[in-house]
T-cell receptor
Framework: QKEVEQNSGPLSVPEGAIASLNCTYSDRGSQSFFWYRQYSGKSPELIMSIYSNGDKEDGRFTAQLNKASQYVSLLIRDSQPSDSATYLCAVNRNTNAGKSTFGDGTTLTVKP | KAGVTQTPRYLIKTRGQQVTLSCSPISGHRSVSWYQQTPGQGLQFLFEYFSETQRNKGNFPGRFSGRQFSNSRSEMNVSTLELGDSALYLC????????????FGPGTRLTVL
């Protein structure tokens, strides 16, 4: 079992729809959770960080964390073609200095 | 604030050679982590440095090494290059390297022929 698993893609949604990206993790000691966006040929870019159970909203993006279920998700509202990218879920803990554990990513395509 | 910078951006080497990559973190960040990204393995953690000390290391052979300088700039070195070392090498910096956010540099694309 991988430490961080993301829903297998690719995911395709029409422009204006809600895109839902999911991630589960195996380490119950994980303390911080991140979503990165990576365009083809580019480096990962931070979208959201979340540390506590519940929802965190930033513009069109909402991250949801449920530590009991070891689950974190990212919702993208009003999806735009420019949101087409690979989305990476990452988790870390303070006893694992400097190491974020990444999922394999979910590739999202937003069709005009 | 300037972001994380990495040099060089692209590198072509042949098997058996060695290579040194450089990373300058965001000003004030003391933690620098290195990752290797390949299509087959995804993002794999190499090692992390904080205050010139390696605090954590991933499962990579000893051919992969690094160091950090007093100004937090970091270098990683790969000796005796193999074809499988072809990858995007990413550097990420953060304030403490614990649970805070890591910010990535643009990466160095290494091709080994």
């Amino acid at each position: 079992q991988k430490e961080v698993e993301q829903n297998s893609g690719p995911l395709s949604v029409p422009e204006g729809a809600i895109a839902s990206l999911n991630c589960t993790y195996s380490d119950r000691g994980s303390q911080s959770f991140f979503w990165y966006r990576q365009y083809s040929g580019k480096s990962p870019e931070l979208i959201m960080s979340i540390y506590s159970n519940g929802d965190k909203e930033d513009g069109r993006f909402t991250a949801q964390l449920n530590k009991a279920s070891q689950y974190v998700s990212l919702l993208i509202r009003d999806s735009q073609p420019s949101d087409s990218a690979t989305y990476l879920c990452a988790v870390n803990r303070n006893t694992n200095a400097g190491k974020s554990t990444f999922g394999d990513g979910t590739t999202l395509t937003v069709k005009p | 604030k300037a972001g994380v910078t990495q040099t060089p951006r692209y590198l072509i080497k042949t098997r058996g050679q060695q290579v040194t990559l450089s990373c300058s973190p965001i000003s004030g960040h003391r933690s620098v982590s290195w990752y290797q990204q390949t299509p087959g393995q995804g993002l794999q953690f190499l090692f992390e440095y904080f205050s010139e000390t390696q605090r954590n290391k991933g499962n990579f052979p000893g051919r992969f090494s690094g160091r950090q300088f007093s100004n937090s700039r970091s270098e990683m070195n790969v000796s005796t290059l193999e074809l499988g070392d072809s990858a995007l090498y990413l550097c990420a910096s953060s304030l403490s390297g614990l649970t805070d956010t890591q910010y990535f540099g643009p990466g160095t694309r290494l091709t080994v022929l």
